[in-house]
């Protein structure tokens, strides 16, 4: 069975400054992807960033990267120059390369201040 | 591109009528959609898994002859709460995965259907 958890239930930061949520894992697959969604208020779920695991080089876009550290089972988000519209509650999702479902964490709400 | 639409938006009905809510893949063909529950301040619950032109696969406790799921089409999964009740209010999002060769495993989102029974 996969398991996702985000320990940290809300975070926040100061506008322009940098955030780093945490997500670990727990998974007997070899080969399997990771997944960062975002939930702004609207509730509209949002791709942010996907790692496969096969690949040692950590997935990045634009203001999004993210630490994977397979031995260690963990996949953090971090956000650079946070924006106010970075508000949201953010998920990080697992799922098996042969597999359909994806497999949520229970979210952090991130605030920004401004 | 890999836009999901969902209709309605927001839906309130009598109890012990049935609703009918749409999901579809705007520019991409979706084999296989997903549809979850989410209640508020809580992470997504998969309730079922729509398969175009075959019977839908629902989760353990998810009652398959009250929630109804057709996928007729490569580009549409309908959810139909029968005979609703206020329990069954709730914020219900469908998601598609892109069935082309690259990102496969990627679901995209709808932007959610909140239901309420009155």
């Known amino acids: 069975a996969q398991t996702v958890t985000q320990s940290q239930p809300e975070m926040s930061v100061q506008e322009a400054e940098t955030v780093t949520l945490s997500c670990t894992y727990d998974?007997?697959?070899?080969?399997?992807?990771l997944f960062w969604y975002k939930q702004p208020p609207s509730r509209q779920m949002i791709l942010v960033i996907r790692q496969e695991a096969y690949k040692q080089q950590n997935a990045t876009e634009n203001r999004f990267s993210v630490n994977f550290q397979k031995a260690a089972k963990s996949f953090s988000l971090k956000i650079s120059d946070s924006q106010l519209g970075d508000a949201a509650m953010y998920f990080c999702a697992g799922l098996k390369s042969s597999g359909d479902k994806l497999t949520f964490g229970t979210g952090t709400r991130l605030a920004v201040r401004p | 591109g890999a836009v999901v639409s969902q209709h309605p938006s927001r839906v309130i009905c009598k109890s012990g009528t049935s609703v009918k809510i749409e999901c579809r893949s705007l520019d991409f063909q979706a084999t296989t959609m997903f549809w979850y529950r989410q209640f508020p301040k809580q992470s997504l619950m998969l309730m079922a898994t729509?398969?175009?032109?075959?019977?839908?696969?629902?989760e353990q406790g998810v009652e398959k002859d009250k929630f109804l799921i057709n996928h007729a089409s490569l580009t549409l999964s309908t959810l139909t709460v029968t005979s609703a009740h206020p329990e069954d209010s709730s914020f219900y999002i469908c998601s598609a995965r892109d069935d082309g060769l690259a990102g496969w495993e990627t679901q995209y989102f709808g932007p959610g259907t909140r239901l309420l029974v009155l």
């Open positions: 998974t007997s697959e070899s080969d399997y992807y």
């Open positions: 729509s398969n175009e032109g075959s019977k839908a696969t629902y």
